[in-house]
């Protein structure tokens, strides 16, 4: 079914394929919450590894649809209209780009891609097939939620700066400097297959990914919710601070950033992955906001309540978020964009610009200079 037929059809419900789920399959089960869509298959191509394989079937038998390797015939014989990706992040755009050409509404995880080309191949993929698009994020969150509306209130008026801390409080393997001189290496995808089984896994994929291109979405995300203007250049320090599987690919496990936008609006993040000891709950998570008349901070997990009992497990959170219905806010912001034609929360454009800002800070991590951030269609 094509775009426009979709469009003028308005199904009462519509119908998905999972493409690909290496992870925790959180984007479409996320989706699945939502009674509008329905999943009817997951799907992937026949060369994935066996364990993609395995973690694919179990989603199948979880929603009870049929799994089938070939993704061109799932989007062809299951009458969807939705493609969820879900992948390894090297592979995210071609998915996506492929269910596009197919006529399909694109849900997609974190990150956009490894590679800004292939963000800029799907964003033409995106605008050709006149199909919706939607980054899965955090931004139905009711903390963000009651500070976007402060913002456009104008209660603090005219918004100045903008701060977020995002430090996740998970671990990653070895702590640096623990393991002997001499060891070898961690190689990044054995260890992210090896901490599925704990949920630590994070940036699943060939590609060593630091916590600035796996976890800088959400921050710049609130960013631009709040502020509404793009990112013109940017200044980063990054390291690999605490885990030794980051120090041996290279890439960052913490990151400081520092965003110069449009209309004078200044930017400050912090972000890593601190380690599950280091915090008491799922890790520091605020925005703090400057206003003209005003300013508040905003702690992202509330409202929460704390849990505990006898024989607790001891890395179990204590902490539990309430009133949280995020995954059905982003999912009604897409049925509606679908139905109306209209634009989703974070459209392809918007992702392809937070994935260029995050390109641009790890330039800057490793320079040691400010990086201007590639806009699109601008020449390097």
């Given amino acids: 079914m094509s775009a426009s037929n979709t469009k003028n059809a308005r199904p009462t419900v519509h119908r998905f394929a999972a493409l690909s789920v290496v992870k925790h399959a959180y984007v479409p089960l996320g989706l699945a919450t939502h ?85 800029d191949r799907l964003v033409e993929a995106v605008e050709r097939n006149d199909v919706r698009f939607l980054m899965w994020n955090r931004n139905g969150l ?22 977020v801390d ?15 001189p001499g060891y070898p290496p961690i190689r990044w995808l054995d260890r992210q297959i090896e901490a599925h089984h704990d949920g630590s896994d994070g940036g699943v994929g060939q590609d060593a990914m630091g916590e600035l291109a796996v976890e800088g979405i959400y921050p710049l995300a609130y960013i631009r919710l709040l502020g509404g203007v793009e990112v013109q250049r940017v200044f980063a320090r990054t390291t690999a601070h605490f885990h030794q599987a980051h120090a041996d690919n290279h890439v960052d496990d913490l990151a400081s950033v520092t965003l110069e936008m449009d209309d004078g609006l200044l930017g400050t993040m912090s972000l890593g992955r601190i380690g599950a000891s280091s915090h008491p709950d799922i890790g520091e998570i605020k925005i703090h906001l400057l206003g003209s ?10 409202p929460e309540v704390g849990v505990y009992y006898r024989g607790q497990p001891v890395h179990e959170f204590r902490n539990r978020r309430v009133g949280v219905e995020n995954d059905f806010h982003l999912a009604e912001n897409f049925r509606r964009a679908i139905e109306s034609g209209g634009k989703t929360m974070l459209d392809v454009r918007e992702s392809r610009a937070i994935c260029a800002t995050v390109e641009a800070a790890i330039r800057s991590g490793r320079s040691g200079q400010p990086e201007i951030v590639n806009r699109i269609g601008a020449t390097s």
């Fill in 166 to 180: 995002f430090y996740f409080s998970k671990d990653a393997g070895p702590r640096k400097g623990s393991r002997p």
């Fill in 293 to 302: 008349e005003g300013a508040m901070v905003v702690s992202e997990p509330r």
């Fill in 35 to 119: 009674p509008k869509f329905e999943p009817a298959v997951v799907a992937d191509d026949a060369d994935v590894p066996e364990w993609t394989h395995e973690r694919n079937q179990q989603l199948a038998d979880q929603f009870g649809v049929p799994y089938v390797r070939d993704v061109e015939r799932a989007l062809a014989d299951f009458d969807v209209d939705v493609a969820v990706v879900s992948s390894e992040a090297e592979r995210h755009c071609d998915l996506s780009v492929r269910a596009a050409n197919s006529g399909k509404h694109v849900v997609q995880d974190k990150p956009m891609s490894t590679q800004l080309s292939e963000c």
């Fill in 142 to 163: 009711p903390a963000v939620i009651q500070a976007r509306d402060v913002v456009e209130s104008g209660q603090i008026g005219r918004l100045y700066a903008v701060h």
